[in-house]
């Protein structure tokens, strides 16, 4: 069974920049894609960006100018940079891993626990 | 605002049907599937529903997915007090090339 489990700094100046890790243990594949998902504090879930077992990204539009993902194979971790964060970027953030089917579909399955990363001075 | 809309809340009492609506347009539900996820209260979402209308081994036959059109649906019957949770819809958005999330149910069970 695959664990997630992200790790980080709770607090985050205004100006500069959010790092988070996400550590994936278990499962029977190393060969998955991953996402960042935030949910501001009493808000709903909005995706970040995703990164593959080969280090391509997609990200979200509108954090697109903010946002880099990387992979540590080696580490069996990936991680989330936003820069330039401001009090909007305060959320829980949560790493994922993609579940797919034979025909390509694929579903946020399983979740990490999730992580808050207030900003603030 | 997010492009998919879900109701913010609903309610029902103890062995109710009760259904959540998830609405959006062509260029999401209207081409791709929908997935629904539950989120108890200081939980990580837990997926409920998968490709529409398929429920993951372990959840139970009480959540039921549909989906026409632009449109979906997300079915509980015999309501239980434990199911109090948040759900959210996604899919992915083709125009946007993104998921995009519905703004979540509050569910109440009274």
């Known amino acids: 069974q695959r664990q997630l489990q992200e790790s980080g700094p709770g607090l985050v100046k205004p100006s500069q920049t959010l790092s988070l890790t996400c550590t994936f243990s278990g499962g029977s594949s190393s060969s998955n894609d991953w996402a960042w998902i935030r949910q501001p504090p009493g808000k709903g879930l909005e995706w970040i960006g995703s990164?593959?077992?080969?280090?391509?990204?997609y990200y979200s539009v509108s954090l697109k100018s903010r946002v880099s993902m990387s992979i540590d194979r080696s580490k069996k971790q990936f991680s989330l940079k936003l820069n330039s964060v401001t009090a909007a970027d305060t959320a829980v953030y949560y790493c994922?891993?993609?579940?797919?089917?034979?025909?390509?579909?694929?579903?946020?399955?399983?979740w990490g626990q999730g992580t808050l990363v207030t900003v603030s001075s | 605002q997010s492009v998919v809309t879900q109701p913010p809340s609903a309610s029902g009492t103890p062995g109710q049907r009760v259904t959540i609506s998830c609405s959006g347009s062509?260029?999401?539900?209207?081409?791709?599937?929908v997935y629904w996820y539950q989120q108890l209260p200081g939980t990580a979402p837990k997926l409920l529903i998968y490709?529409?209308?398929l429920r993951p081994s372990g959840v139970t036959d009480r959540f039921s997915g549909s989906k026409s059109g632009a449109a979906a649906s997300l079915a509980i019957s015999g309501l239980r007090s434990d199911d109090e949770a948040d759900y959210y819809c996604?899919?992915?958005?083709?125009?946007?090339?993104?998921?995009?999330f519905g703004g979540g149910t509050k569910l109440t069970v009274l």
């Open positions: 490709k529409s209308d």
């Open positions: 994922a891993e993609y579940d797919y089917d034979n025909l390509g579909s694929n579903w946020f399955d399983p």
């Open positions: 996604a899919v992915w958005d083709g125009s946007l090339n993104s998921w995009v």
């Open positions: 990164i593959n077992y080969s280090g391509e990204t």
């Open positions: 062509s260029s999401n539900i209207g081409s791709n599937y």
